[in-house]
């Protein structure tokens, strides 16, 4: 079964890794702006970043047959240093009309500071002046719920930015149903230690159904892996879920979050690129 992994850290991942996700069936990959595992100490070390995000790798990436699509921004666990992050958005108009940029993300909360929250807003402004899509990474274990809600009251603050326009990721039990009733698309990371196993991830669906959701490694530097969604692929099926449902999840949920940007274009495996928007 073809797939899309939706969050994956690829510049912190080996060829062979491309390579293996491609004998998989994954055909894109689409990559947010992240933390390196240390802070940079300036702007031009984000020019820097943003220019391999949409120059280098897609070049890495369809070597292997497969379509890179990433995200901009500041990341929450740099966003203590407003003065910075103030000048990492004020860089990111010079390269959002790139043509594998699909919006401003990973944006979002990780210790629920209010240098955090005074970013992410700034982000958002960005994105709405902009019209782009968003994606939102919430905090980690015990901050999660918490953040989540702020989350939640700021993205409500903004009318201006439209609901469908926005994925709420890394959501798990306690957040999934507050993400859908307020209207947004709704992530599942599966993470070998933290966030979802492949089994919670098929529990959610069964409870919540497979509209306006999507399922991801977020594969990076750290514990991860970037054969979770063929993982979950298998854990659907063992369960005996129809194969229309599983590529709901795995292939056109993504694309249709996706073709909401006015610059995605996809080419289906062995078909013409689709329009844009």
């Not at 802070?39 to 280098?56: A, C, I, K, N, P």
């Not at 926005?166 to 507050?178: K, N, P």
Request: charged content about 25%; aromatic content about 10%; some cysteine.
């Amino acid at each position: 079964m073809y797939y899309i992994d939706p969050h994956v850290h690829m510049v912190s991942r080996v060829t062979d890794d491309y390579e293996r996700m491609a004998r998989m069936g994954c055909v894109a990959v689409s990559e947010p702006a992240f933390w390196a595992g240390f802070d940079r100490g300036s702007v031009d070390g984000f020019r820097d970043y943003f220019r391999q995000l949409t120059e280098f790798e897609p070049n890495r990436a369809k070597q292997y047959g497969l379509q890179h699509y990433c995200w901009l921004c500041i990341n929450a666990k740099e966003a203590e240093n407003v003065s910075l992050s103030r000048e990492v958005i004020a860089l990111i108009p010079e390269f959002l009309d790139r043509p594998n940029v699909l919006g401003l993300g990973e944006i979002g909360l990780n210790k629920n500071t209010k240098n955090e929250c005074t970013v992410f807003e700034e982000h958002l402004q960005l994105a709405a002046d902009r019209g782009e899509l968003v994606l939102v990474h919430t905090p980690h274990l015990q901050d999660k719920y918490k953040g989540t809600r702020m989350i939640l009251d700021m993205l409500r603050g903004h009318s201006d930015i439209k609901a469908e326009h926005v994925l709420i990721d890394h959501a798990e039990e306690h957040t999934v149903r507050h993400v859908f009733d307020a209207g947004f698309w709704c992530g599942l990371t599966l993470y070998p230690v933290t966030k979802c196993t492949p089994a919670r991830a098929a529990d959610i669906i069964e409870m919540y159904g497979a509209e306006r959701i999507l399922v991801n490694s977020a594969a990076d530097w750290g514990p991860s892996n970037p054969d979770a969604v063929p993982n979950f692929v298998a854990e659907m099926r063992r369960r005996g879920h129809p194969e229309e449902t599983i590529r709901q999840v795995v292939y056109d949920n993504p694309l249709e979050f996706f073709r909401q940007s006015k610059r995605f274009r996809f080419t289906p495996p062995g078909g013409a690129a689709s329009p844009e928007g």
